[in-house]
């Protein structure tokens, strides 16, 4: 009965590779966000989609991309990765009309060898 | 200038102590303020809505002061299981919500 769940839980990966997270909500919700926490614990957004279409979209290198299938699911692809991209990567979710704050998941844990 | 910042801590304080954690933000349109709490390789958890007329739950008081811009957190009565970071939280966008994170106060609270 998890709220915003992850997958997967920790990614270990070699540069150059493509990899992909998935997140899912079960809350009703009608957006959803990836917010990325660097190794200086700084929680900063990189997408919002709302209703499967992007509102939000920070300085993020084209490497990125999310995909929103529908508006319980958010997946964040990435190409071509390098060591910058460590970080743990948070997939959150809110009822936008609430203005109440997000749920967050659990995080996935991207370490780029 | 950071759109949200804390002071980073670590505060250690005694079982027991009254601590005060203070935040500023820059943009003087934002719309709604929390404070969230992250544990040690957890996700951030909402802790508090800060209102403007000031709030409290339980040992935790909320304050806002729109003409400075500063939100602040009290915890009284310190219990172990505080030790956390604290994130100031604000809703930057006037539109849809977009929360930007301050990087967060880290509380020991030792027995």
């Known amino acids: 009965d998890t709220a915003v769940s992850q997958t997967p839980k920790y990614l270990v990966t070699q540069m150059g590779n493509d990899k992909s997270i998935k997140c899912e909500q079960n809350l009703g919700h009608d957006t959803m966000y990836w917010y990325k926490q660097d190794s200086k614990k700084f929680l900063k957004i990189m997408f919002s989609?709302?209703?499967?279409?992007?509102?939000i979209n920070e300085t993020v290198p084209n490497r990125f991309s999310p995909k929103s299938p529908d508006k319980a699911h958010l997946n964040l692809h990435i190409n071509s990765l390098e060591l910058g991209d460590s970080a743990v990567y948070f997939c959150?979710?809110?009822?936008?009309?609430?203005?109440?704050?997000?749920?967050f998941g659990s995080g996935t844990r991207l370490t780029v060898v | 200038r950071k759109e949200v910042e804390q002071d980073p801590g670590p505060f250690n304080v005694p079982e027991g102590a009254t601590v005060a954690f203070n935040c500023t933000y820059s943009?003087?349109?934002?719309?709604?303020f929390f404070w969230y709490r992250q544990d040690c390789r957890k996700e951030p958890k909402l802790l508090m809505s800060v209102y403007s007329s000031g709030n409290e739950d339980g040992r935790f008081t909320a304050q806002l002061n729109r003409a400075s811009q500063y939100i602040s957190l009290l915890i009284r009565d310190s219990k172990l299981s505080d030790s956390a970071t604290y994130l100031c939280v604000v809703n930057a966008n006037t539109g849809f919500q977009k929360l930007v994170f301050g990087t967060g106060t880290r509380l020991l609270v030792s027995p």
């Open positions: 989609y709302n209703n499967k279409e992007l509102i």
């Open positions: 943009n003087s349109a934002s719309q709604s």
């Open positions: 959150a979710s809110s009822q936008e009309a609430r203005g109440g704050g997000y749920t």
